[in-house]
């Protein structure tokens, strides 16, 4: 495999200080099931790398020769070293995927123990990330647990071996329409998951094709399976995609429509089948009624029909149905201007909140609209205090550069998960919202497009790595900086240079800022082309059908989603930030064409006119990026070569884009507004 393969899981050998205290020994329980197989393989694995032996550290079942230079893991109450080291501190419950660590002062040795085998396996990923960025080891005394239950990862894969919205070859999991043979890229994706504690996958696009629609069928559940179990000695649960229409397209009834029998009937038998072939399988993702996809709306049923009636197939198999809320006209007339495809999720979902089984979760995008690099948080998160809800992440970078330029996302969705909604007073962040804790949720969490394929070091972009291991630090813990998983991240991949980690440190915080300010100005949202979404095309969107305009004219831009004399839109929120959206003296700059329609004279907060700020940001966000390009490149020769190359070409590309955003969107606001830059840079 290819340079970056390993991506953070390298264990590159320690040096210095660090590799003074050899851990060369592994003691484990004699009983392990498969995910604790997988724990103590990895450990071993890791030791032996990190502490120079290149084979994997050795396993002993007793330590009969104490603890010194070994890791002890466990479970509790099994009677092992791990309980004895353990007694009297205060750990997780048993069962749940919690661990802890500590170092044993006499001998040195280190102790893993856990509620259960995915926790011990978590545990040994925090040790062996401990020991891979340098930490000190010797007075260990910690307790973790996850914050969110559901951590997740969707596949956009398509079966014909395409991935939609993928940016990194082709897919892993599929070619010409059949399983690929390559089960071992699957284990090791498996293994890069669980490594930063993702615990659930489904493994299909959403948009569920003819042959997808398949793999609910014993035609395919036996392949289905297989991966299953791959993903299974990682703690990850399998979930699959499902075409809403299946009884019609495959199972020969004449109708889908959730109220009829004979449909139920098809659903519980094909959930019969799917749980005999895989007794731990997770669920359904939907994508329903959406982008002309099939759904209850067909029969005149709602979201709430439609769900529970593949809830109620599931439910005796303990399996869940995640629906998601992306519904909208997309057939809008542009010259509609009474619909407003960003109160569509609101509007549609709202009004059916308690209707909905308790195995079913609704799955919300973190903005109204659609990935943009910038945009409000979704009003429908936290808006059901009797629905389950998890937010949907992007880490593909479909709106925010495509993995050809630097995007470091963790600080957009730590935003997110930090905005207070205010739905139950102060301190009704997102992140309680997903976490299960603000309305007591029975479900919840979070999930996101992932953003790998069969490209060597699996996200294109060697730097896009960053965002799906970041990801997962994240929803294991919303309170980590983004600062601190970048710079994990760094070292892991990297290795432990100082000047290495503060300039890529730095190149990843400033990267989300340097793409907001080269492309769409102040949350305005799509000014790119048609289809496949990359480059400049200011009015791409703007006569289409997909309900995504800016209204830009010779006098001003932005779309009016007040409720005094716009959308109504800002009424989807609770006071205080309803207000603060609805009037343009509070409005944040930075979501300011989002919420209103202004003149290009309106001066912001900081002072300058609109237009003033289109020109400004443009300007520095193309220099920016070639600064980006310089830092990476003055870190030549201190990294491993193969992986500084990967990123010379995507960096230069970067630059070059950069500068064609700078020039479309400068020229076109200049062409519009007929108001020169006050600098008078070249504007053509
Ligand atoms: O952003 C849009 C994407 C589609 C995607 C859709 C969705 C899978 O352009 O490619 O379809 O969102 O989230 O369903």
New binding site residues.
Partial sequence: RGAGYGAWLEYRGLKGEAAQTKYCRVIAPQERDIVMETAVAELARGLGHLFGQGEAAIVATTGSAGLSSSVAIGLWGDGTIVDELFRGTALPEPGGEGYAIRTDRETGGIAIGAASPIGALYGVFHLLRLLGTGRPVEALELVERPVNPLRMINQ?DNMDGSV??GYAGSSIFYENNAFTSDTERLSDYARLLASCGINAISIN???VHRHETMLITPALLPEVAKVAALFRAYGIRLFLSVNYASPLEIGGLVTADPLDEGVREWWRSAANGIYAAIPDFGGFVV?AD??SRPGPFDYGRDHADGSNMLAEALRPHGGIVIW?C?VYDCKQDWRDRSTDRARAAYDHFKPLDGRFLDNVILQV?NGPL??QVREPVSPLLGAMERTNQIIEFQIAQ?YTGQQRHLCYLVPQWKETLDYDTHLKGEGSTVKRIVDGSLHGSRYSGIAAVSNIGSDDNWTGHLLAQANLYGYGRLVWDPELSAEEIAEEWIRLTFGGDERTAAVIGKMLMTSWEIYESYTAPLAVGFMVNPDH?YGPNVDGYEYSKWGTYHFADRQGIGVDRTTHTGTGYTSQYAAPNRELYEALESCPDELLLFFHHVPYTHVLHSGKSVIQHIYDTRFEGAARAEELKKAWDSLAGRIDARLHRQAVERLAGQVEYAKEWRDVINTYFYRKSGIADELGRKIY
């Fill in positions: 956009w939609e919205r696009n959403v948009n994508k959406s982008e998601r992306f995008k659609d990935f479909e979404h």
